[in-house]
């Protein structure tokens, strides 16, 4: 399906998939030659207004990950903006590329067959350059100005809150597609290609943006750039920064962005590119798994989290409705806390950290504070077509009604069977018993063994 060498940095890639899908990337820079075979591969959307999707391995979104891997592109991204926006080449990131390049769940995921002495040794090798690059991140950032990072649901809500902590003097906030009714929101507008367009932003004071002079947007990637020059359009300021892994804007895209006359904006990637697309016929998706009730149910834990700063039940933490460096120290002593409660429930084998929809930074942190042989993934409202193909990104696919929300369908993509020992589902609110027996079971289809649900309650 794909025409690739292990390594590949630049040049052109060819997706073929079924002979139905072809996609043709033309890669034109690679800014810190990191192979893309780690940072993506593609997949066929269930989606009339694009076809195509890049499943990222580095976000915890569509492909489980070590969750190290989060902090690491981060802190990279972070970099690549203070070098573009301020020329300040201050915080290298030789060191985090090398992490990152180390941190191949796939390969991990293959090398778990290998004898124990040799595990011992990946697994060492994994932390020691985990170990020396968290030294590199633990030298926070300060920014020449007063910097807002906005984050897009629900993909880059972790990747945002990844890069915004590497900074001493910054604020965060994400869009979200929650329904909250206590506060009004300050902005709403749209995402045209997606599966869900509406975005809402809520923010704790109603001027909070006015208080920047740059405002940066993050995503995973950049198609066209049209979203985020519909949330660009809403926004005070005229200084503003789009920071994303991918860029594959066309010429047509370009001038979009130079039409702006009255808004200047710095696009800031790791990768830039050009894609072309076209289909012959549909993606015939392979079966979806769902929850049967003849299904046993596994052995079952939960553990709820009291929380003080919470609206609605959603936790304050995630950023959702803003957050400043100040408050980082208190969300790093929050993963430290709970993560030292879960790791005594860890069972020898391999385990599976899933995070719920929006709701990536705070799992994921925790998840790579429980052991070795931890994956992290999330759920997710995007429909993908699940095919069990070489080189293609969503394997298999699971779907079940929302946990919080029985109006919307999730989907949880590329669950190996017989490979997870223990799961451990985060979500930001109390399950209801049937939504955890419907989970209990689906993750028993896959031979499963226990599973350990983490909730926060207001």
């Known amino acids: 399906m794909e025409n690739l060498t292990e390594n590949y940095y630049n040049g052109s890639i060819q997706y073929n998939i079924d002979n139905r899908l ?6 034109n820079e690679n800014k810190c030659n ?3 075979s780690k940072l993506f591969t593609m997949s066929a959307r269930e989606n009339k207004k694009r076809d195509f999707l890049f499943v990222s391995k580095v976000i915890g979104k569509h492909m489980p990950m070590i969750p190290g891997t989060l902090k690491i592109i981060g802190g990279i991204l972070a970099r690549l903006w203070i070098n573009e926006r301020e020329s300040s080449y201050h915080y290298p990131t030789t060191e985090l590329v090398h992490t990152l390049i180390s941190l191949d769940a796939s390969r991990s995921m293959m090398d778990l067959n290998l004898k124990s002495e040799e595990k011992t040794m990946r697994n060492h090798n994994i932390s020691v350059n985990l170990s020396n690059s968290n030294d590199i991140l633990n030298t926070p950032i300060k920014l020449a100005n007063k910097t807002l990072f906005i984050g897009f649901a629900e993909t880059a809500t ?25 506060i009004e929101p300050a902005l709403f507008f749209n995402e045209e290609h997606s599966h869900a367009v509406e975005h809402s932003l809520f923010p704790y004071k109603q001027d909070f943006f006015n208080d920047f002079e740059d405002i940066v947007l993050i995503d995973d990637e950049l198609t066209t750039g049209k979203s985020a020059l519909n949330l660009i359009k809403c926004l005070p300021g005229k200084s503003f920064g789009i920071l994303s892994i991918l860029d594959w804007r066309d010429a047509i895209s370009y001038k979009m962005f130079e039409d702006e006359k009255n808004i200047n904006v710095r696009v800031c990637s790791l990768v830039k590119g050009d894609i072309q697309c076209s289909k012959s016929k549909n993606i015939v998706s392979d079966a979806i798994t769902q929850s049967s009730s003849s299904t046993k149910l596994i052995p079952s834990k939960e553990h709820v989290f009291e929380i003080a700063d919470s609206i609605e039940g959603f936790n304050k933490a995630t950023g959702r409705f803003g957050l400043s460096s100040k408050d980082n120290s208190k969300v ?17 084998g391999n385990c599976l950290c899933i995070g719920t929809g929006e709701f990536i930074y705070l799992p994921c942190s925790i998840s790579s504070k429980l052991g070795d042989n931890v994956f992290f993934h999330s759920t997710t409202r995007s429909p993908v077509h699940a095919r069990n193909i070489d080189c293609y990104g969503n394997k298999n696919k699971v779907a079940f009604q929302s946990p919080e929300d029985d109006t919307i369908t999730n989907y949880l993509y590329n669950i190996p069977d ?30 499963v063994k226990s599973i350990i649900f983490v909730c926060w309650k207001g």
């Open 22 to 27: 072809k996609i043709s990337l033309n890669i």
């Open 34 to 36: 990191i192979p893309l």
């Open 158 to 182: 972790g990747l945002a809150q990844a890069v915004f902590q590497n900074f001493s003097n910054a604020s965060y906030i994400h869009t979200t597609r929650e329904k909250i009714t206590s």
């Open 332 to 348: 790093f002593e929050e993963i430290k806390s709970i993560s030292e409660i879960l790791k005594k429930e860890r069972t020898t």
């Open 418 to 447: 017989n490979f997870y020992n223990q799961v451990f589902f985060f979500s930001e609110k109390p399950l209801l018993k049937e939504k955890k027996e419907e989970l209990n079971r689906l993750f028993s289809h896959f031979h």
